[in-house]
């Protein structure tokens, strides 16, 4: 498997890495009853919440970018969702209104920004080399238990997250450090995140 990579590593790369491990572990392969192969898409801009629809589940961009796990986050959120598409209902909204409670209602400001925090993330794994990954993730599990769980589980609230980018930040080498500083100030996904934050910042002030 490629955790994330651009563009996407052809599955015939995939499969010869495979055969190569298997062969380095001492496991020989007897037969082959089927091949199964994937893509999953992952990061990218939320579903646009002016659509006469609500997106739901992978197609909602609920793809953890990290681990490409959804399955558990789009049951978490599904009572909400279906508790709001029932006030929708009852109140007899039009079409626009209705998607757009429900959209707004499994897209709170914080979790865009928790949102965007892991595209954060998944855009700077996929500019690193070899080298800096395995730098990045021995930092990364050198971080507080809760906090490199609660980053894989999507369960860090975004203030959560800022603490976590602080101690990843403090405790990385000076390469992943120069690689955060740049990716933030000059790759299209610091200017995303930011302004997820700015927005949140922005609504508690009212």
Known sequence: TCLVAKP?????????R???????????????H??????????????????PLTAFGAAANMVHPATGYSVARSFGE???????????????????AAASQV?????PLERRAQAA???FGME???????????????TFFRLPGPYWRGFLASSLSPGQLVV?????FVIAGVDIKTRLVAHLSTDPAGRYVLGAYRALLARTKE
Do not use: M
């Open 18 to 32: 495979l055969e190569r491990r298997l062969a380095a572990s001492g496991v020989k392969v007897h037969t082959v």
């Open 78 to 96: 599904a009572p909400g969702v279906a508790d709001a598409i029932a006030r929708a209902l009852r109140a007899k909204l039009p079409v626009e």
């Open 34 to 51: 089927e091949e199964e192969w994937s893509y999953i898409p992952v990061g990218g801009p939320l579903p646009d919440g002016g659509q």
């Open 103 to 107: 959209w707004n209602t499994l897209w």
């Open 164 to 168: 976590f980018a602080l101690l990843t």
């Open 124 to 138: 700077l794994l996929a500019g690193l080399d070899a080298q800096e990954t395995n730098s990045f993730f021995r």
């Open 8 to 16: 996407a590593l052809p599955f015939s790369v995939l499969k010869r």
């Open 117 to 119: 925090f892991h595209v």
